[in-house]
């Protein structure tokens, strides 16, 4: 009797370490699954954020070609006011010499 005493309380001690080992797998488990969670959502937010800011920087880029061709245009558009303005100077200062000069040929004439 003592052996099947002995024997059940073996038995008994081996389900409890059986259980708390169970226990202690389950546990485990757990923190496996809530670690991969947190690691899961950290990557989701990671290519989130990622892709925000892609989208920010193409935007960025966008903006800046855009100012880029403005600047161009305008540059384009100045340099052309420039070169119109200098030929209408050119060709006022032509013709008030020509007549200074034929003025003066009257000048002369009239006095000879």
């Known amino acids: ?63 800046i070609k855009e100012y880029h061709d403005q600047m161009s245009q305008s540059v384009e558009r100045y340099e052309e006011r420039i070169k119109q303005e200098k030929e209408d100077s050119s060709k006022t200062l032509s013709e008030r010499m020509l007549r200074i000069q034929n003025e003066k040929e009257n000048v002369d004439v009239k006095y000879e």
Not at 51 to 61: I, P, S
């Open 1 to 63: 009797m003592s052996k099947d005493k002995a024997n059940e309380e073996l038995r008994v001690e081996f389900q409890n370490e059986k259980l708390a080992l169970l226990n202690k797998i389950e546990e485990i488990k757990q923190r496996y699954d809530a670690t991969m969670d947190e690691l899961t959502q950290g990557k989701i937010n990671f290519e989130r954020e990622k892709a925000l800011k892609d989208q920010r920087l193409t935007f960025q880029e966008q903006r």
